[in-house]
């Protein structure tokens, strides 16, 4: 395993952003050769929306990766409610 790949795990980044670093692709880089929104990228990467199989596989697919290596492991950030 790779320095950064290392450092990466470490920082719990999301398994997309680090298939995206790892590529050298922004995230509108990521968009265009996908389909998916910049904002739907940028809410996956924050853990703030849980992608549909069908976002995974487009993503998976402009990444050049297995879709089980996108699936997130931790939970999601929880919304605060507001009163």
Known sequence: MRKID????????????????????????????????????????RRERTPLPLTLGRLSNALEVDVEELVDEEKPKEKLAVK
């Open 6 to 45: 290392k450092v990466m795990a470490q920082l719990k980044f999301h398994p997309v952003r680090r298939a995206r670093v790892k590529r050298h692709l922004s995230v509108t880089n990521l968009a265009n050769l996908s389909g998916v929104s910049r904002n739907t990228i940028c809410a996956i990467e």
